[in-house]
């Protein structure tokens, strides 16, 4: 069985940096390709950053790129996306999502609809 488990969410302020971690099991992670997602209430679900599944290629949305730095540990099966310079806009519900679609991963991670696995999501707030 897929199971994505993220952690590492919290409440920092504006500047501070955070590192989330999503958990993978049921799956060899180094076959799929991993995506960090996030939504704030009253906004549309937004592809922040992708991970490829064998060349290691990543993608940043243009709001997070500089800021946001995506990894994974194949031997931990474990995803992370270290976020520094966190602003109040990056207050949202973070998702990761598993997908084993042959696409570039700007493609999978500007649209969601290549994902079929997700966590359950994990809180950021920045806030003063």
């Known amino acids: 069985q897929v199971q994505l488990v993220e952690s590492g969410g919290g409440s920092v302020q504006p500047g501070g940096s955070l590192r989330l971690s999503c958990t993978t099991s049921?799956?060899?992670?180094?076959?799929?390709?991993i995506g960090w997602f996030r939504q704030a209430p009253g906004k549309a679900r937004e592809g922040v950053s992708c991970?490829?599944?064998?060349?290691?290629?990543?993608y940043y949305s243009d709001s997070v790129s500089g800021r946001f730095t995506i990894s994974k540990d194949v031997g931990k099966s474990t995803v992370y996306l270290q976020m520094n310079g966190l602003e109040s806009e990056d207050t949202a519900v973070y998702y990761c999502a598993a997908t084993r679609e042959m696409t570039t991963v700007e493609n999978m991670c500007v649209t969601s609809k290549f994902f079929g696995a997700w966590g359950q999501g994990t809180q950021v707030t920045v806030s003063p």
């Open positions: 991970i490829g599944m064998s060349d290691d290629s990543t």
């Open positions: 049921g799956f060899i992670l180094g076959y799929y390709a």
